[in-house]
């Protein structure tokens, strides 16, 4: 089955073309035929298209066009997917695709498994864009931009970045403020990531050979966004991302943690308004508002070691700082974990980054192996610790394309999703 994985963004599409059925999830042979991104739309578009090749090298494909919407860069994608320019194998006309699985960022209380889309659906999608005004309109695009450019009948699938969050107990989604904030207004945590650290849980489980219910384990996705996941009996007991993505760790420009009385302060002495406050710690802080470089960490490690750039140095000093202050307050919630796990860009990437992390850890139970740890790059997974250390650590690429196909797949075919 050849499923189209979108991820809308307000001014973006990103998409992947995966092949995928029973037996390739089972044998994990699923397949990559092709991927792409259109970004600045709205104008003249940038648009960026690959095709996989049989040898697992890619041919690509780059022009600048002028795109009017979601719906114009849609037709875009498809016209390419199947001109005989793009020569994808099995793939000639819009039917040759079967599905369409969406990345949906906010599922609220209700939407807690990826589901098949339909007007009920979008109805729960739609009103969760209060808790996530940001992400669910641009993702809501993308499913009335499928509905045109495919027609009515186009089966589409929504996996929510929340969903494997919804097993966090009551005492780690409170915030402690008056309940009934809970009860109006639904403010409480909810997490996201989840498709990641679902994925990171699943391979984990599969390489060692274990039951879900025996996997107690610390996800820690470092990308451009970073949160951290307590999974505990392969299901999610706390994670770092709040009612929105900017609690917990610190991140590319987002502040995660703040002390809340911050913001008033900050817009009084700025002369800020509460929209230009929240700015600031979205867009402005983080790794870019301490080091003043870059929300890069690639150029942050370089200027760390190469110019022994103070504010760089401080900069990653206090991000790995802040993910060891979670990974310990996450063994104390989960009594215990058998492995830590890195993934995203920089979890998967830099051995630099995550040896800051584990070094004084060492009381906790991690032998790090310097020699395993530098060599894990470049989408290579597998342990990084000394055999035998009583807590393990480990690099787990992530594939959150893959799992939104695999469970499109299977919400198509009736199937239960596996969290
Ligand atoms: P992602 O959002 O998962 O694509 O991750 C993007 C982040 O990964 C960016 O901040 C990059 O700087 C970071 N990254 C990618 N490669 C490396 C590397 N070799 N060393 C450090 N950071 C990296």
Redesign the pocket.
Known sequence: MNILVLNCGSSSVKFQLINTDAQLIEQNTDKRLAYGVIERIGGPALVNFSVVNTDGTSRSQREAVPLRDHSAAIEKIMQWIISPEANIPGITSYTDIAAIGHRVVHGGEELTKSMLIDDEVIRQIEDCIDLAPLHNPQNLKGIYAIKKVFGGTAKQVAVFDTAFHHTLPDYAYLYAIPYQFYRRHKIRRYGFHGVSHRYVQFRYRTLLGLERENVNVISIH????CSICAIKGGRSLDTSMGMTPLEGLVM?TRSGDIDPAILEHLAHKEGYSMAEVESVLNKQSG?LGISGLT?????L?AEAVENDDRRAKLAIEVFAYRIKKYIGSYLAAMNGASAIIFT???G???D??RSKITSGLEWMGIQMNGERNKAT?RGKEGKISEDGSRLEAWVIP?NEELMIARDTFRCVMGLESPR
Not at 222 to 225: A, E, M, R, S, Y
């Open positions: 470092l990308g451009n966004g590319g790794l929300n890069d960490m690639r150029e490690v995203g860009g920089i998967e990437n830099s630099y980054v790059t992530t």
